[in-house]
């Protein structure tokens, strides 16, 4: 059974950083994909970004240039969250996806103040 532990997060003024970290256990094949998302009260789960099993990123464009993702180590993977704005202000999700295998984190709040 896959299982996504995520850690990072928490409150950052405007203009600041935060970093969020996942790791992901159990019965993974490659290809697989791992990524980010986020979701308010009043909106649906977007992608943030992701990053393949071959290095293939992706980004939702208004934090291209912003955040950055990278894999630190087989299934480990970071998202680097520079210039913060106050609608980055979510709850973020990490997901992993391979073969059948569609897994999420509990999610980490991350709040940005003005």
């Known amino acids: 059974q896959v299982q996504v532990v995520e850690s990072g997060g928490g409150l950052a003024q405007a203009g600041g950083s935060l970093q969020l970290s996942c790791a992901a256990f159990g019965g993974i094949q490659i290809p697989y994909t791992m990524g980010w998302y986020r979701q308010t009260p009043h909106s649906q789960r977007e992608l943030v970004a992701t990053?393949?099993?071959?290095?293939?990123t992706n980004y939702l464009p208004s934090v291209k240039g912003r955040f950055t993702i990278s894999e630190n180590d087989a299934l480990k993977v970071s998202l680097q969250m520079n210039s913060l704005v106050p609608e980055d202000t979510a709850v973020y999700y990490c997901?992993?996806?391979?073969?059948?295998?569609?897994?999420w984190g509990r999610g980490t709040q991350v709040t940005v103040s003005s």
């Open positions: 997901n992993i996806q391979s073969g059948t295998a569609n897994s």
């Open positions: 990053i393949t099993s071959s290095g293939r």
